[in-house]
Structures are given as C-alpha cells and as structure tokens.
C-alpha cells in the first residue's frame, strides 16, 4: 500500500460543503462551499435548507478541488466521506455522492467519523499525532476530550458536554447580545474591546464534587443562561448593555474552563501534546490562553490554522490518507450513515 495516498475527502456533516484532496500528509487543496447565509436569517442551521444546498454544491465543488489540484479522479487512491455524526439528510449527501465515485472508479471508499476528521486534519499542518495525543474537540455540536492512542482506530472518550456544546453557547450569547449568527466569530472579535473580568460569569463542574463526578465532562447552559439573564437584568432596568464586556467575560469563563479541563487530561494521562480542534479553536483568546497554559506546563500544544478548524474537506481526506498510510480495510460500500455516530467508532 501506498505510504503517499492520494486521498479525495467529502464533508457534508451540517451546512459545509467540503471537498479536500491531500496525498500522504501533504494538503493539495480545500475547498469549501458554505450555505450558512441561507441559514442566517434563522438563527440556525435548517436541515433541509443544508441538504438541498449540498446537492447543489457538489459537484461543482468536486470539480474545482480536482481542477486547483491538477488532479484526475482516476488518480485518486482511494474516496474517504463523513458517515457521522451529523444531520441525516446533509451526510446522506455526502455519503451518496463518494460512493458514486467509489464505484465509478473502482476505488476504495473510507466512511470516517467527522470528530476523528477535526483531529486528523492536523497532521497535514504540523506532522505525524504523537501516539497517544490529548486531543479536545469544541465545536457547534460537540466537546469533547479525548485520548487518542491512534487516530485511525484507537479513539478514547475521557469526557463531554453534558449539555450545550462551547459553539452553541458561543452561537446562543451572540443572539442574546443582538451579534449575528454564526455567532462565534462575532463574540470573539467584540471581545476584543471588552474587559474580560468585567463580569464574573459561573465556570460550570469545575469546583468541589462536581469536579470529583465530572472531572473530564463540561456544562455551558448554567453559563449561558447566567449571561441571558445579566443582560435581561440590564435590559429591564433600561440601562446600556456593554456588549464588548459581556462577550469578554463571557469567553473568558468558556476557555477558562476548556483550557484547565485539558490540562488536567494530559497531566492525569501524562501526555505532553494537546490539540484543539473544532470550531471553536479558531478563537483567538482560547488559542492565547491554550498557548500559555500549555507552555506552563510543558505541554506541547498543536492548533491548526484556523480554516482548518471548522468543518472542511481536508480534515476528511487526512484522514482516509492516513487509514490507507496504515493498511486499515475500506469501508463496505454499502456503508451506511450514522447521524450520532460514537466518537469512540472512527470508521463506519
Ligand atoms: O466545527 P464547526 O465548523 O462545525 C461543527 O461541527 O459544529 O464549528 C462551528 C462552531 C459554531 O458554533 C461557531 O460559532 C464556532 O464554531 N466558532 C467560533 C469561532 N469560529 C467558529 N467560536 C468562537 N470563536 C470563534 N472565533
Ligand atoms: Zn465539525
């Protein structure tokens, strides 16, 4: 088997349009279409409105990753795909259009968790994942922490929201703040005006037995809710509401609270490389904070940039090259998919 494969990964989990090709661990293209202005008008991703617009972008977004590339399908080692978790109908898509290629081709197909993806993808940026790697994954629909022995099959569940997921609250605040949806981007960018110990927001399972039951788990809707209430106080007694200061603060105890959730993970474990992952890595003080944390206590930590962060085709593709790197059997391509499919199952 091929130590350099040459991949073409499909993500269509939520409102992405994914389509990477990478050979080895070297990223030839990403190439994403979005339908999250279809969306925005809503406040939230519409499963239907994502599944019609992946039908639509699929195959012009096929054809462009091929064509940056300077790659011809028949080249392609092997076809990998997001099989779960995800909306149903948005990783039918997907799924339905890698394995028509699959098998117009003749090639191989890889159905791969898109949580496992959000890990893998950093191999293109900064090399081989030390074996194991903490990994800690915050996105719109998901935290986790994980163990991560080998990305292509050996995948640990430390601990979960046990609630909302970071992104969500992140997305939640920015609507009670009046901030476009997505909102993560917003909160982050006017946090940086605020004062982030302008208000001291809860830190949720982070003190005395919470901690004790839920050392590696987070829960964010006590946060979210506490912001939502700050500001109907101030809102009611017909004060300004100081957006910057509240998105501050407000972040503050989301990445406070990730960042030490982690590094207890790895000192616990007694594993020296963290990576964050998700959508939620692109934000900047979660990077900074991470940053200076991580080199307190001698943890090396890897953050792809932050394109590669949020849902991408790449991720998908490092992954499958990496499945095909190791000898790892395809998929059945009868494979099916799994909107809630287990972190701990990389491969469908
Ligand atoms: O990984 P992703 O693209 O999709 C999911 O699998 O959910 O993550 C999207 C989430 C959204 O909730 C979005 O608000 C959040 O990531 N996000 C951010 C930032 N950029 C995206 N959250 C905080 N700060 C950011 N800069
Ligand atoms: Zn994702």
Redesign the pocket.
């Known amino acids: 088997m091929s130590e350099e494969p040459l991949v073409l990964g499909i993500e269509t989990?939520?409102d992405?349009t994914g389509v990477g090709i990478v050979r080895g661990q070297t990223l030839l293209v990403d190439t994403v279409a979005s339908s999250v202005e279809e969306h925005a008008r809503f406040g939230g991703v519409v499963p239907e409105v994502a599944s019609r617009a992946h039908l639509e972008a699929m195959v012009p977004t096929i054809e462009r990753a091929c064509r940056e590339a300077g790659v011809q399908l028949r080249d392609l080692d092997a076809v990998a795909v997001t099989s779960g978790p995800?909306l149903a109908g948005a990783l039918l898509v997907g799924v339905a259009s890698a394995k028509a290629l699959a098998l117009a081709l003749g090639k191989p197909i890889y159905g791969v968790n898109?949580l496992a993806s959000?890990v893998a993808v950093d191999i293109v940026e900064h090399g081989p994942l030390p074996e194991p790697t903490m990994a800690m994954l915050?996105?719109?629909?998901?935290s986790s922490l994980l163990l991560v022995p080998d990305v292509t099959h050996d995948v640990r569940s430390l601990g979960a929201t046990m609630d909302d997921?970071?992104?969500?609250a992140?997305?939640k605040v920015?609507r009670v703040l009046g901030l476009p949806f997505?909102?993560?981007?917003h909160?982050?960018r006017a946090a940086r005006e605020g004062n982030r110990i302008a208000i001291d927001f809860p830190r949720g399972l982070t003190t005395g037995r919470d901690v004790e039951r839920h050392r590696f788990d987070f829960s964010f809707s006590g946060l979210k809710t506490a912001v939502a209430r700050w500001v109907e106080t101030r809102q009611r007694a017909g004060e300004a509401v100081p957006v910057a200061d509240v998105a501050a603060s407000f972040?503050e105890a989301v990445v406070d609270v990730l960042t030490r959730k982690a590094l207890l993970a790895c000192k616990e474990h007694d594993v020296d490389h963290l990576l964050i992952g998700?959508?939620?890595a692109?934000?900047?003080r979660?990077r900074a904070l991470a940053g200076e944390r991580c080199a307190k206590a001698g943890v090396t930590l890897r953050l792809p940039r932050?394109g590669l962060?949020?849902?991408n085709g790449a991720m998908v593709a490092a992954l499958g090259a990496q499945m095909v790197a190791k000898g790892r059997e395809p998929s059945d391509l009868g494979l099916p998919t799994d909107s809630s499919m287990p972190v701990t199952l990389v491969q469908a």
Not at 182 to 185: A, I, L, Q, S
């Open positions: 989990s939520c992405e995800g898109h959000h915050v996105s719109g629909g998901h997921a970071a992104g969500e992140f997305d920015a997505p909102g993560g981007p909160v982050d972040q998700g959508g939620v692109a934000n900047s979660l932050p962060c949020t849902d």
